[in-house]
């Protein structure tokens, strides 16, 4: 054990954490929570430092194997993912600053271990003087976390690629099958499979589109704000050079705020973001509950999908599969939602000068992107990638409806088509073989008018 001292006493903390007391009494009020931080936040804050580190020490406001062997921590820590000792509950009270604490005990400690010292010995790096110099949790926590929304995002686009090709792709497979549409869950006009996959790729298209605005919705931030955003305590150079550098650790297109005081209380930037995801939320619920009807059965129910089975659907109903995807996709698109609202309104509680809600916001905004990208990778690969049409049954559900006929109506006539919808109702026949039967249209003719390519032309008789 070893002795820790702050403001409101002395503290023994764990031989072997690397965290401090400042940890150690959050973690004592708050407990440790029931999730983890999202890896990609503790990378970005510590990203966040080793920037403030690498400004510092190029200016001489940090001496440099002080500011060395902050970076080597950094380093060390984001190559190994060695984030067990960044323990604070994420919805710790206070604005985020639990976690830029234990961040802070982290790195030093972390650092005076490659510097040949003990932890704990901050009179050589300290967690505040050194670590966090120039900094204060207001601009650190929001730069971090939306450098981590925008690391999410740029994934999230390339899984959106990947499912859009994947129902483009589909398209083109199921482009020569006829269906029935269906409007109210009732018989409407005929229309083709592909079609309905074209939709699809259609709204994911947009999507993608979406996502790429959201990026840059989200790239400004307000390091260098410090407290409430005047900056105090940070020189003018410190606060220019640092978004260079946070730039170049990240690769990422970001942008210091022009108006740091304005960047450090308003949340509006990010209930746009939460929005848009809410909005692709919206989309994967459509598609996967779409799906999951249209795979209904295999017996009893629509049955036009086959999915590829994933896992056993039933302890007592022997060969039972359920679908499982669909249902995973639609659960994840409701939270997702329901994150949203939340967002919303923590964002709008925010008071004066700070949002004192941002660890909320963040906690629900990063875990959305992470079950969004599990959602869309998992219908990409294990639904639609696998899915098959069966022909027999579309054709079956199409030949017996009344939708055909309206469809031809308008070369048959109308009280015609009523005639043969009756006929067919009585005998159980087709409608092909009734209306080729009546002579009303010859079998070529039915066939040429039924034919994928002229499905879905409208105005055109000839």
């Known amino acids: 054990m070893r002795r820790e001292r702050d403001s409101i006493g002395f503290l023994d903390i764990p031989d072997g954490a690397f965290y401090g007391i400042h940890t150690a009494r959050a973690l004592d009020n708050f407990g440790p929570g029931f999730e ?37 921590a950094i380093d060390n820590l984001i190559g190994e993912k ?21 961040v802070n005990e982290v790195v030093a400690n972390r650092a005076l271990v490659r510097a040949g010292r003990p932890p704990g010995d901050y009179g050589y790096i300290h967690p505040l003087d050194h670590v966090n110099l120039h900094q204060s ?12 929304v ?24 199921y482009a020569g099958i006829v269906k029935l549409g269906r409007t109210e869950l009732q018989d409407a006009l005929p229309m083709t499979v592909g079609m309905q996959f074209s939709a699809n790729a259609e709204a994911v298209a947009r999507d993608r589109w979406r996502i790429f605005k ?41 942008a210091r705020a022009e108006n740091l005081v304005e960047a450090t209380q308003n949340l509006d930037a990010v209930v746009e973001v939460s929005g848009l995801m809410k909005t692709l939320a919206v989309n994967l619920l459509k598609i996967s509950e779409d799906i ?35 249902e995973f996709v639609s659960q994840t698109a409701l939270l997702v939602m329901a994150h949203d609202s939340a967002i919303s309104h923590a964002s709008a509680l925010g008071s004066l000068e700070l949002n004192q809600f941002y660890p909320l916001v963040a906690t629900l905004m990063l875990g959305s992107l992470q079950k969004l990208s599990r959602a869309v990778t998992g219908l990409d690969r294990k639904v639609i990638r696998t899915l098959r049409a069966d022909p027999d049954r579309i054709a079956a ?7 055909l006929l309206t469809y031809l109506s308008p070369y048959i006539g109308h009280d015609r088509a009523a005639e043969v919808y009756l006929k067919m109702k009585e005998t159980g026949a087709g409608a092909k073989e009734i209306i080729v039967e009546k ?24």
């Open 292 to 326: 999951r009807l249209l795979s209904s059965g295999p017996a009893g129910g629509l049955g036009e999908l086959f999915l590829e089975p994933l896992q056993e659907g039933s302890s007592i109903m022997p060969g039972k599969v359920n679908p499982v995807m669909t």
């Open 36 to 72: 983890q931080h999202d890896p990609l936040f503790v990378t970005a804050y510590l990203q966040v430092k080793k920037a403030a580190a690498l400004a510092n020490g190029e200016l001489g406001f940090l001496e440099r194997e002080k500011a060395d062997a902050i970076v080597s």
């Open 439 to 462: 002579g009303l249209l010859s079998s070529q003719q039915f066939d040429d008018l039924t034919a994928p390519g002229r499905i879905g032309m409208t105005g055109d008789r000839a």
């Open 397 to 403: 559900h199409l030949n017996r409806s009344v939708a």
């Open 82 to 102: 060695a984030f067990d000792d960044i323990v604070v509950n994420p919805l710790s009270g206070g604005a985020g600053t639990s976690l830029n604490m234990n």
């Open 137 to 148: 949790t207001n601009d650190t926590y929001p730069s971090a976390f939306r450098i981590a």
């Open 150 to 173: 925008l690391m999410h995002l740029g994934r999230l686009e390339g899984e959106l690629a990947s499912l859009q090709e994947a129902f483009q792709e589909k398209e083109r497979e």
């Open 214 to 254: 959201a990026r840059e919705r989200i790239k400004v931030l307000n390091i260098g704000g410090t407290a409430i955003g005047t900056g105090f305590g940070a020189p003018r150079r410190y606060i220019f050079l640092v978004i260079e550098k946070l730039r170049g650790i990240t690769g990422l297109n970001i």
